[in-house]
Nanobody, 116 residues
Framework: QVQLVESGGGWVQPGNSLRLSCAAS????????MGWYRQAPGKQRELVAT???????EYGDSVKGRFTISRDRARTSVFLQMNSLNVNDTAVYYC??????????WGPGTQVTVSS
């Protein structure tokens, strides 16, 4: 079993920044890649940023140039630096991990609210 826990969400005014963290625990040897997704009210969950094979990274179109994903050397934690936030970034942000069994694990999510 792999468990994911996110932290760092909150309220921020437009134009400001937030940094999200996600830590994996348990059977972390089974984790192949980690990333971030988000879901806004009334919308489908969408990709924010994720590591793919090796050091490849994929970003959602709406966050390119503003968000940066990173990870620790052990590859058991991922971080999301979010800059130039706008109201459209308001959502629940979920950490996700792909495993060697091709299953996907989700964290409970952390709320990010951008408003003035």
């Amino acid at each position: 079993q792999v468990q994911l826990v996110e932290s760092g969400g909150g309220w921020v005014q437009p134009g400001n920044s937030l940094r999200l963290s996600c830590a994996a625990s348990g059977s972390v040897a089974y984790v192949t890649a980690m990333g971030w997704y988000r879901q806004a009210p009334g919308k489908q969950r969408e990709l924010v940023a994720t590591f793919r094979g090796g050091n490849n990274v994929e970003y959602g179109d709406s966050v390119k140039g503003r968000f940066t994903i990173s990870r620790d050397r052990a590859r058991t934690s991922v971080f999301l630096q979010m800059n130039s936030l706008n109201v459209n970034d308001t959502a629940v942000y979920y950490c996700s991990a792909a495993t060697v069994t091709r299953s996907r694990i989700w964290g409970p999510g952390t709320q990010v609210t951008v408003s003035s």
